[in-house]
Structure formats: structure tokens, C-alpha cells
């Protein structure tokens, strides 16, 4: 199962960039979906109407996004991905080798899910080609299942679980998902980025609940590991 780390302290140089580039970028909105940006009045609209224009051809769907060699495009994703550089780099041109640098997730005829470049990781965004808009998605470990046969990405932040499907505006909350006060899914062994102790197929997730008040030993800790880490109080199985 194809999955990548996000991680919630972006290097600042980094997050400047996006957010000068995209108008907001915010570590994940306490566990909603986040803010549209609008960027409608700085659209250059040639490149945008090239991009809906080549939208019109696109059957959607997910692409491989194990980025373990280099993402490999068929001709069609290739010419989305230059339509979509193009368009951030109307925005901003000095940041086109920024720009050349994201991943294509998954395509739509209207909605394109991407992953922009972060240091040591990356974060996802959905754009609408209708507008120009760029929405942040706010979780820091993703799962791409199209490869387990369903098409859609499943999205952990520290207290809620997002998934997202072809061609959507935004990403929707896993049903009992939300939790509320020190509990998280973020286990504590690590400083900066979530590690979730969890188990999913395509269809259901099985993880713990941490108590990040309650702060206790951790028992595989290794020279290289956080020796201690938040209470796990529970688990829960949710579908999705």
C-alpha cells in the first residue's frame, strides 16, 4: 500500500513559499476540511484555460503515487502536470523548479489532486481548474488504495481521518473519526510527525487512541527512538 509521511512543523522557507504562491497554507485545520484559497484574480488565464481544456479528454483517476523511482506519466498526465506547473508558476515565476518538483495523486475533469514538494516530505492540495482555487489538505500521513483496488486516498491528522475520491472539492470526514481534548492518533514516538498505529484495508482502518497528557514508556524504543510516548487508552475500527 503506497502511503507517504507528511509532517506537521513544515520547514518555515518552505511554507512561506506555498503561502505567498497559494495565498494560506496552515498545518491542518483543527480536524475540518481546509479553507478554499482563492486565487481567482491572480489566475493567469491562458494557463488556466489550457488546463480545462486537456481536462476535457481525462477519464479520471488515481496515479501511481509510491514515489519510490520517479513517477512515470502517460503523455495525457504529463501534459496536466506541465498545465498545472505552468499555472503555479504564473502565480509565482521565480519558483517554476519548485513547482516542476510535485506529483500527480489523481485527475478528474474538474478537480486535480496533487502533492507539492516539502522538505523531506510533501503535502497535498486539491485544484479546481474551474477556478484556479487550491484547497490544502491538512493530515500528515496519507494512503493511496487505488492500487488495492478503490479508487481513493485515506488522510490522517493528529485528531480526525479524511478520505478523498476521484473528481471531489474537497476531502470528508471518516464517520466517529473526530476526536476531541488530549486524545490523538499521533502515538508520541516522534517529535515533529505523526506515527499512527494502525492497520487498513481498502474499506476500513483499525487504530489507536493515544492520551497525550499521559506520558509513559515507551517499550520498543531503540537508540534512534523517542523513549517514551503518549498512553494508548483504546482502538477503534472504522469503515470507510
Do not use: C
Request: charge should be negative.
Amino acid at each position: 500500500m503506497n502511503f507517504k509521511q507528511f509532517y506537521t512543523g513544515r520547514v518555515i522557507g518552505f511554507v512561506v513559499v506555498v503561502a505567498v504562491a497559494l495565498g494560506v497554507f496552515a498545518v491542518w485545520k483543527p480536524q475540518s476540511s481546509a479553507p478554499t484559497v482563492s486565487t481567482t484574480t491572480q489566475v493567469d488565464k491562458t494557463a488556466l484555460a489550457q488546463l480545462q481544456t486537456d481536462l476535457r479528454s481525462i477519464t479520471p483517476h488515481f496515479i501511481d503515487a509510491s514515489k519510490a523511482n520517479g513517477q512515470m506519466l502517460t503523455p495525457e498526465e504529463q501534459k496536466t502536470k506541465d498545465d498545472v506547473v505552468a499555472l503555479f508558476t504564473a502565480r509565482m515565476p521565480d519558483n517554476k523548479d519548485y513547482y516542476s518538483g510535485l506529483w500527480l495523486d489523481a485527475l478528474g475533469r474538474r478537480y486535480i489532486l496533487v502533492s507539492q514538494p516539502s522538505a523531506g516530505s510533501s503535502f497535498d492540495e486539491i485544484i479546481d481548474s474551474q477556478t484556479g482555487n487550491v484547497t490544502p489538505i491538512s493530515a500528515e500521513r496519507a494512503y493511496y488504495l487505488a492500487s488495492d483496488g478503490r479508487d481513493i486516498a485515506l488522510y490522517i491528522g493528529t485528531q480526525a481521518i479524511y478520505t478523498y475520491t476521484l473528481d471531489q472539492a474537497d476531502v470528508v470526514l471518516v464517520p466517529g473519526s473526530q476526536l476531541s481534548g488530549n486524545d490523538t492518533y499521533h502515538s508520541g514516538t516522534s517529535d515533529f510527525q505523526l506515527a499512527p498505529e494502525q492497520t487498513h484495508t481498502k474499506n476500513s482502518i483499525i487504530i489507536s487512541i493515544f492520551d497525550s497528557s499521559q506520558i509513559v514508556q515507551n517499550p520498543d524504543a531503540s537508540p534512534n527512538a523517542m523513549q517514551t510516548m503518549s498512553k494508548r487508552v483504546r482502538e477503534v475500527t472504522l469503515s470507510f
